[in-house]
């Protein structure tokens, strides 16, 4: 639903990725050097000078590289995309940055967008038996085979999951403090998923807690994919549980929200009574294409307009909406209303040192359209912004 603002400070963006790199060094089974130099060449923007670090020898635990590139072959994509150059040759240096893009990179980037449709096609029955994203799949799939079908899966991805293992990082108590760094620097205090809840990161003496992390891709189908810090979503445990082994394609965090494409209206009876609070048995939040902002003739547009009703249907967005927020959603538009334009200005009028115009005082009544630019630092907030924008009027203001 939004947008997900990533490390415009590079000095916190060359934080993290230090911090990365010990996190994952000698855990994925590539050499300390191959990772290093993998991710600072997939990030020269970040990296406007290099750290003054010193790469030590590969931690303990690490597996030999020419181990794991004999094991990775029986992945035919996974193999061409980390070992051959853009003409299909074998070349020592291709992994390097290859790597780091894996590692890295956006999950939308060409080269790993061929990747994961290549990996999907070769393991087509395997993906199927833990992505349960149509009905067909559940039909065509008996319990007997279902549960055979994984069992295979974790025979055949046991290498990988061994290589990418995203469970030791997290399950490792000095490691584990990447994790809170991480999803700090993000700088995003709500679930990009639904804007609905809090993810914020507290860590004090005696208490901590963090958001839950959603792989974008799961790692149950995608496990090269399972240490990726670009496959990692800050997500509330609600948006999480939603999504689980689901694979369709929604609107990925890290490069697009929903925007004014997609925004949330009002539907309800034709007369002023939720207004004043006095029924709601009607009352309905709705999020669809808004018709007034776009045309949706590119094909662009469409593509995103497809991502966001399979998010607002995977994540129910109408349905938790309508469940959760009637009440405040009611507020907004009774303060919308009785305070009218006519109302503001004449206040504007009357204390002009206090207020220099109307819009200012809309946004004391709803405080949360303050952080509406970009809606990560307060949940609700682009409900709020979209019902007071685009929301569908039933008084006239004129």
Known sequence: MIKISVYEDVDCAKKVYLAYYNMISGKIGFSDETVWKAIKDNFQEEYKKDLPISINSPNQGSINETEVRTKIKQYKSLYDFLYKDEKGNEHEKVIEKKLGLLLCGYMDDKRLKDLIIRFQNENKGIKESVCYGNDNTKKNLSSVNRKQAVTNKDDKFTELK?????????????????????????????????????????????????????????????????????????????????????????????????????????????????????????????????????????????????????????????????????????????????????????????????????????????????????????????????????????????
């Open 162 to 398: 061994g290589i990418f293992c995203y469970d030791k990082i997290v399950n490792t108590k000095s490691k584990r403090e990447f994790i809170y760094d991480f999803i700090s620097s993000l700088n995003t205090q709500t679930c990009p998923y639904c804007n609905r809840n809090y993810i914020t990161v507290v860590e004090v003496k005696d208490f901590k807690t963090r958001p839950q992390l959603d792989h974008f891709y799961c790692k149950s189908a995608y496990p090269f994919l399972a240490v990726s810090m670009r496959n990692l979503i800050p997500s509330c445990s609600v948006c999480n549980l939603a999504k689980h082994y689901k694979d369709l394609e929604i609107l990925y965090p890290y490069k697009e929200g929903a925007g004014d494409d997609f925004v949330f209206t009002i539907e309800s009876q034709k007369d002023i009574s939720y207004i004043l609070n006095l029924d709601n048995t009607n009352f309905r939040i709705r999020i669809n294409e808004n018709m007034r902002h776009t045309s949706f003739e590119e094909d662009g547009e469409r593509e995103h307009l497809k991502r966001c009703r399979e998010s607002k249907k995977m994540f129910g967005w109408d349905e938790t909406y309508t469940a959760s927020c009637k009440k405040y959603a009611q507020s907004v538009l009774h303060n919308y209303y009785v305070f009218n334009k006519t109302y503001r200005d004449c206040i504007v009028n009357a204390m002009p040192s206090v207020f220099h115009n109307s819009e200012e005082i809309v946004q004391l009544l709803n405080p949360k359209l303050r952080y509406s630019e970009d809606y990560n630092d307060e949940p609700l907030s682009k409900l709020t912004r979209d019902i007071i924008e685009w929301g569908i009027p039933i008084l006239d203001e004129d």
